[in-house]
């Protein structure tokens, strides 16, 4: 059979897929964009509980990981958090800041796969679902792909867009990374990031009573001795415990800055002065229990937790100063070492991936490959949780659709 001839082929049908394919497509470029899903998007359609965290007003390289997270500066400046909203707003989607600059839509993130898919269609972009590449191959002037439907297509251009590994269920697979390593290019060490963290056994006997309690806290990772040194941020977020250990913004945003053998530190009552304030409940009423007080601050069967672990009982009145310390230590300098994540399994995104420095950072083209380009999660960008990542999905497959 003849092979079908395309100007660029993209393979991964996601959100930096179906970008690229649009901003190819608009240049008059003949695009195929293939998945081996049934439906286009589906990271974005359970994305933000269904209401897809699109993009964040405040998107820069500070919110991304990876080896040279300023790679990422370049696509982000030229099409920016700004003007996907613009997109956005023509599309006609109402949509709204939930918390730190996060755009959701208002309705159903099935309105940004309709609006691309719209404008798929009108740019002649040709999508082919339930199809994924056997072998890819180069040959001269492009490459040669050939199809699980017995097809062959042949493209100048050839896109790796298929994302991640995580959530394997959902139909993630490590393709980008293996086609990337055929043709040569470095794939840094992956590891699931935006997940859970998990406890052993023992702790997660203590904490089990907490299962389902929230807290807004303050969380760091705290680098183990022999960790190469480098920027830990604190987040302010809610903490989830969960009955495999924590979970919640915070902790999923704290999880790609941890490494197994590293503890975390997290404070409980952020920007409180706890030894004041139960030292001020004290003189008002030392009849108080000591975690009835602590229960006014933080949510109450946590400030039982905390006592009970900590074997501080009785009122406020049969407490010492040296106590109270004790007790504010254990809520803002809560010390706890987590044994792993929850795994691909429920991880958000993919830490590593595709080099960057093997690709070009205005184009995403692979410097030693001509025709070829990585884009969104495929390459080593990550983006912290609140709507980065899918920014630099549309702005890396914006990058490249310019060119490719
Ligand atoms: P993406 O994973 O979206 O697309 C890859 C495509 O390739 C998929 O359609 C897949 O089927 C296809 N594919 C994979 N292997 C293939 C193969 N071998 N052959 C053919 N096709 C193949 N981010 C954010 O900014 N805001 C948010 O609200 C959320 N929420 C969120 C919730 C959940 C539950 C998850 C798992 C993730 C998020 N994210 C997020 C992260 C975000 O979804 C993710 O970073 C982007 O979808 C990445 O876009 P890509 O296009 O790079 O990959």
Redesign the pocket.
Known sequence: MTPQSVDVLI???????MMCAIEAGRRGRSVRL????RA?????R???GGR???TNTGTGPANFLGENPRFATSALKRFSQHDFVKRVDRAGIAWHEKTLGQLFCDDSAKQIIRMLTDDMRAAGVVLSLGV??ERVARVADGFEAALSDGTTVRSRALVL????K??PR????G?AYDAARQFGLRVTDTRPALVPLTFEAGLLETLKPLAGVAVDVSVTAVPASSSPKGDRPTFNEAMLFTHRGLSGPAILQISSYWREGEAITVAMAPGEDLYARLKAAKEENGKQMVHTALGHIIPRRLAESVCDREGIKGKLAEVGDKTLRRLDAAVNGWTVKPVGSEGYRTA??TLGGVATDQLDQQTMAAKEVPGLYV????ADIT?WLG?????W?WSSGWAAGQVC
């Open positions: 393979v991964g049908a996601g959100a930096a897929g293939l998945d081996h899903a286009p998007g589906e990271k974005i359970i994305s933000g897809c965290n699109f994924s590449v867009a298929t994302g991640g995580s959530i959902m139909g993630a697979t393709w958000e995104v884009i969104g999660e495929a983006g709507g980065y990542n899918f920014q999905a």
